[in-house]
């Protein structure tokens, strides 16, 4: 009896040790290459993806940028509910221009997204600043609630008919500041482009008015950047020119045009002259060149599609003056990374001295725009000349450098926009 109880403590012991062994393989040896298998196996997976990512045509240069900003909205949205709102800003888009503002520098989106929606809406959050943007034929005076601190009212002041709607607005704020719902109001305005905005100045907070701050498009000796600060003329929205992302194909593909002018021919203007500098030598073949003799105020879908193709496909974008230097086509270009060559001289009006200002397109120049300047479409030849002996990839460093400075351009305007608001809102 003695010896069977010894032979079966013997056996479970050998039993208790084996399992303890198997136990110790399990853990300390079969999970190691378990983990290193799938190591292994998820290094192979990333590799696949990485190498199927770099043939595609949407590469984005600035990739890691935009993930980069995209998480740091991710996180400014993730505070925005618990953060303190110190100022609530509204404005009001009543000119094309406010969607420049709103969906090209701000980078906000509008609900509904179509473009013939009778009421378009959106908001976002700057710091402590919420911003929200309304626009379309509803937005009419004293049709909707004003529940915000201040407005930035968007006015086009172009020319009489547009100047007496903008009035109208005007007006319809001064009765809101008087029964004390408004602390502040700021106006952005596409002025005249012969810079004649005298109509304005009774709104101005310095000459008695309510206006604290005017953002005005085009050169003029009012801008003193304290309460009337320059504000760009940007893309032509109201022919539906889109926010443009670049692509890998925008930066790096051969363009087959030396160069690009769509537009209208004015009689006796410098554009005359443009022509007819393209038609020595050739030049006009070497170049996507197509000229109307009336200016056009909508584009069809195929228009546009055709002059998006000629930015597109063109290495340079020929900007002659209209009635004010400053035009469109000058950001369109900018764009498509294609290279604005801007006539730089002074149109009649008053727009300002060149001798005493960087005028004409005093804020580009202050920020430095990577374009080429001339005097006179009889220096293009030698231009034209000097592009066919550039190479592709010096091309390409300076389509990169294009773009990135239109990208910095913008998001330097979107923090002045936000500083001089903020600083003259606290001041209130």
């Given at each position: 009896m003695r010896v069977t109880r010894k032979r079966l403590c013997s056996l479970l012991f050998c039993v208790y040790t084996l399992f303890s062994l198997y136990a110790a393989y399990t853990v300390f040896f079969k999970s190691h290459i378990y983990s290193h298998t799938r190591h292994v196996g998820h290094k192979k997976e990333t590799h696949a993806q990485e190498s199927s990512s770099l043939g595609k045509e949407d590469w984005n240069p600035w990739e890691d940028d935009e993930r980069h900003m995209q998480g740091t909205a991710e996180q400014r949205h993730a505070f925005s509910a618990s953060a303190l709102v110190k100022c609530r800003i509204q404005i009001w888009g009543k000119a094309a221009i406010g969607l420049y503002l709103w969906q090209h520098i701000f980078e906000g989106w509008l609900k509904p997204t179509s473009t013939a929606a009778q009421w378009r809406e959106g908001n976002l959050r700057e710091g402590k600043t919420?911003?929200?943007?309304?626009?379309?034929?509803?937005?009419?005076?004293?049709?909707?609630?004003?529940?915000?601190?201040g407005v930035v009212l968007v006015l086009n002041g172009r020319e009489a008919t547009k100047i007496a709607y903008a009035k109208q607005w005007l007006h319809y704020v001064q009765a809101v500041v008087e029964t004390q719902k408004l602390q502040f109001v700021a106006v952005v305005l596409l002025g005249s482009e012969q810079c004649t905005n005298e109509w304005i100045q009774p709104y101005l907070k310095k000459h008695g008015g309510f206006v604290k701050l005017l953002f005005l498009v085009y050169d003029s000796p009012w801008i003193n950047e304290d309460d009337v600060l320059q504000w760009p003329l940007g893309v032509a929205t109201y022919r539906n020119f889109p926010v443009v992302n670049p692509d890998w194909?925008?930066?790096h593909a051969s363009r087959p045009y030396l160069c690009n002018f769509l537009g209208t021919i004015y009689k006796n203007s410098s554009r005359e002259t443009l022509l007819s500098v393209l038609k020595q030598d050739g030049l006009?073949?070497?170049?996507?060149?197509?000229?109307?003799?009336?200016?056009?105020?909508?584009?069809?879908?195929?228009?546009l599609k055709s002059y998006q193709d000629a930015l597109l496909q063109s290495d340079l974008t020929l900007s002659p003056v209209g009635i004010n230097v400053e035009c469109y086509r000058i950001y369109e270009a900018c764009s498509f990374g294609s290279v604005p060559v801007v006539e730089d001289i002074m149109t009649p009006g008053n727009c300002g001295n060149s001798s005493l200002h960087k005028a004409p397109l005093q804020l580009l120049k202050s920020m430095n725009a990577p374009f080429i300047f001339l005097k006179s479409w009889n220096e293009l030849p030698t231009i034209l000349e000097k592009e066919k002996n550039i190479s592709l990839q010096e091309k390409i460093e300076r389509r990169k450098k294009l773009l990135e400075w239109y990208q910095h351009f913008k998001a330097q305007l979107k923090q002045k926009f936000i500083n001089a608001v903020e600083n003259s809102f606290i001041q209130n």
């Open positions: 919420h911003f929200s943007f309304i626009t379309g034929p509803a937005v009419v005076p004293g049709y909707f609630s004003v529940e915000t601190d194909a925008m930066l006009g073949n070497q170049c996507w060149i197509l000229a109307r003799e009336q200016w056009q105020p909508q584009e069809t879908n195929e228009s």
